[in-house]
């Protein structure tokens, strides 16, 4: 299995400024992902980020808004940009092997804005 | 569109009582459907993963059926204890599209009561 943690786990930002979200995995992965939870709803997928080039996004979800960078097999990170309250969610990394089911979830960032 | 429901929102038991979670899909195809279990201020962990042509998976004190026919799951558990309050996920996983993008259902709260 793999450990997967993230920093910060909360933030409260002002709108129009950015947070990045740092995501660490303690073994290397062949695949990680983005999620985001917003209040009383489900997780949704915001992208795959892939070692090396540039994030498959998701419908809804664009470069400009959630850059995301990852540049090992253990390391992404995930920047929220321009944030307006809508913005207020948990956002989830997660990781796991090409083809495989186990996906491994870290703790999250409850990020507020104001 | 596809959608997964799970029922009931929430539910309290009593320590040491049985309990069963329900969760109808519409995915189709699918992969592989999976529970989840998901304390507060954490990220979901894995308890079963069923692919379309199992019944039955068991781990522990949880045990998940699936009737793929009906399109329906069930997580039961028994000799419920305090630390299974959290919420539990039904996930399915497409048979198309990427790995990364599950479909997650808006969970089950469960509280144990002493």
């Known amino acids: 299995s793999a450990v997967i943690s993230q920093k910060p786990s909360r933030d409260i930002c002002q709108r129009g400024t950015s947070l990045t979200i740092q995501c660490q995995v303690d073994?290397?992965?062949?695949?990680m992902f983005w999620y985001r939870q917003q209040p009383g709803q489900s997780l949704t997928l915001i992208a795959t980020?892939?070692?090396?080039?540039?994030?498959?996004?998701e419908s809804g979800f664009v470069i400009d808004k959630f850059p995301i960078s990852r540049p090992n097999l253990t390391f992404s990170t995930l920047t929220v940009s321009n944030m307006s309250p809508e913005d207020s969610s948990i956002y989830l990394c997660?990781?796991?092997?090409?083809?495989?089911?186990?996906?491994?979830f870290g703790p999250g960032t409850r990020l507020t804005v104001t | 569109k596809n959608q997964v429901e799970q029922s009931p929102q929430s539910l309290i038991i009593l320590e040491g009582k049985n309990c069963t979670l329900q969760?109808?899909?519409?995915?189709?195809?699918?992969?592989?459907l999976r529970w989840y279990k998901q304390d507060t201020g954490r990220g979901p962990v894995s308890l079963t993963i069923?692919?379309?042509?199992?019944n039955t998976k068991s781990n522990g004190r949880y045990t998940a059926t699936l009737d793929a026919d009906t399109k329906q799951s069930s997580l039961h558990i028994t000799a419920s204890q305090l630390s299974d309050s959290a919420s539990y996920i039904c996930?399915?996983?497409?048979?198309?599209?990427?790995?990364?993008?599950?479909?997650f259902g808006k969970g089950t709260k469960l509280s144990v009561k002493p």
């Open positions: 997660s990781g796991g092997e090409s083809g495989g089911y186990e996906q491994y």
């Open positions: 073994s290397q992965v062949t695949m």
């Open positions: 980020a892939n070692q090396g080039s540039e994030a498959t996004y």
């Open positions: 969760c109808n899909y519409t995915v189709s195809p699918f992969s592989n």
């Open positions: 069923m692919t379309f042509s199992e």
């Open positions: 996930v399915v996983s497409p048979l198309r599209g990427s790995q990364g993008n599950l479909i």
